[in-house]
Nanobody
Framework: QVQLVESGGGLVQAGGSLRLSCTAS????????MGWFRQAPGKEREFVAA????????YYPDSVKGRFTISRDNAKNTVYLQMNSLKPEDTALYYC???????????????????WGQGTQVTVSS
């Protein structure tokens, strides 16, 4: 099982951009579908993006589609989340997660992911 460490969070003004990174330990990263989730205080964990093993297929909810881009580099054991046109409502703790069942479809619910990082804070000021 891999271990995940996120980085790249911070404070940014509305309209700005950030790129989050999530680096995995171990040699099985390429066997995991990967996802990003976020959780704001007092709210449930929310799906943000997912990417398939090879990186060919991605999936986004409408709330971030066109603004966020997920990508991965299996040679570096890293998945990225490029976030553009950030809004105050994007403020949250962002987590990356791995789905080792790597079924035919990417999943948008937290229970499908069995490996989680510790999170990185993103704060968007208005």
């Amino acid at each position: 099982q891999v271990q995940l460490v996120e980085s790249g969070g911070g404070l940014v003004q509305a309209g700005g951009s950030l790129r989050l990174s999530c680096t995995a330990s171990g040699r099985t990263f390429s066997r995991y579908h990967m996802g990003w989730f976020r959780q704001a205080p007092g709210k449930e964990r929310e799906f943000v993006a997912a990417i398939s093993l090879s990186g060919v297929t991605t999936y986004y909810p409408d709330s971030v589609k066109g603004r966020f881009t997920i990508s991965r580099d299996n040679a570096k054991n890293t998945v990225y989340l490029q976030m553009n046109s950030l809004k105050p409502e994007d403020t949250a703790l962002y987590y990356c997660a791995g789905d080792r069942t790597n079924g035919p479809r990417l999943k948008d619910f937290a229970a499908a992911y069995d490996t989680w990082g510790q999170g990185t804070q993103v704060t968007v000021s208005s």
